[in-house]
């Protein structure tokens, strides 16, 4: 398995295993529609004749498009990473990255972030806190493997950065691999509540509507014949994300799976219960 050279939040590295036996390999053509650190196109680039990869964060996107070219990202992010016992740095290249934005500068700023975690604001500004960390020899050695083994199959990747339903569903031979942010909650009544299930640094970036616009988008793949594939968190604590719950009782098929962060609660009842929903 290869490791991408992001710590990303949400990164489904650790649940590869679980995953990769799961996908509709009957498809010619992979989405990896919330694409994020990249764990999962980069392990499945070898099973599909062709594959998309998205994300609504623009400059995300342009990281992961440029490893694919060339090593100029690598020598740019490295002279701009602020490294350790640089907080005045990292502060001047935060707003250097709001001011105007480019992938080496957000990576740049992920590499040096607390627990090299990004985050923004409301207003889609870079707002995580200095980690006291930078570019280092793992670095290195990451991204190396990950650019070896990615840049065999640069012909077949499209990068794009739209809006998930931007995505045109345009044919049957389609598999959509869609690990969205946190789920929004079930109210007591059934309907969709305001809170996210958790938070995650690119929360911002999921609007009010969004859960129902994947749970019909999900449903429109279904009709065309494709297949999905969708991920997420299903419960935690009492809390129950309204949307996978509702795919459930739509009758698709649900499967648990077993992370280590499943803590167990007092009562002896899972607090996190992380699953995948296949419509095959
Ligand atoms: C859970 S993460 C994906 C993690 C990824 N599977 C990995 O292994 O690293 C969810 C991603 O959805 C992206 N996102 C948020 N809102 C979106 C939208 N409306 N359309 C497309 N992508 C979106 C976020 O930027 C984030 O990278």
Known sequence: MIETPFNYTGSK???????????????????????????????????????????IITDLIGIHQNLTLDDSIIKETKELCPNKNNPLGFAELR???????????????????????????????????????????????????????????????????????????????????????????KNEDGTIGKKQISEAGYNAFWKEDDDKRLYDYLHLINE??????????????????WMLDKLISDGFKC??????YNKVSRKGEKETLEIIITNY
């Open 13 to 55: 590295f650790k649940l590869l295993e679980q995953l990769l036996p799961v996908f509709d390999y009957t498809k010619p053509y992979f989405v990896d529609v919330f694409a994020g650190g990249g764990s999962v196109y980069t392990n499945v680039v070898d099973k599909y004749q062709k594959l998309i990869v998205n994300d």
């Open 224 to 241: 065309k014949g494709s297949s999905f594939m969708v991920s997420g968190v299903l419960k935690h604590d009492s809390k129950v994300c």
């Open 95 to 185: 707003n250097s990255y709001n001011d105007s934005p480019t992938p080496s500068k957000l990576w740049a700023l992920m590499l040096s972030s607390t627990n090299n975690m990004m985050r923004f604001n409301q207003k889609f500004k870079y707002n995580q806190t200095y980690g006291d960390r930078g570019w280092n020899a793992n670095t290195d050695k990451k991204v190396e493997t990950f650019v070896n083994h990615i840049r065999q199959y640069k012909e077949n990747i499209k990068f794009i950065s739209k809006p998930f339903d931007q995505i045109p569903v345009s044919s049957d031979k389609i598999m959509f691999y869609c690990d969205p942010p946190y789920g929004r909650i």
């Open 255 to 260: 499967k648990e799976l077993n992370f280590d």
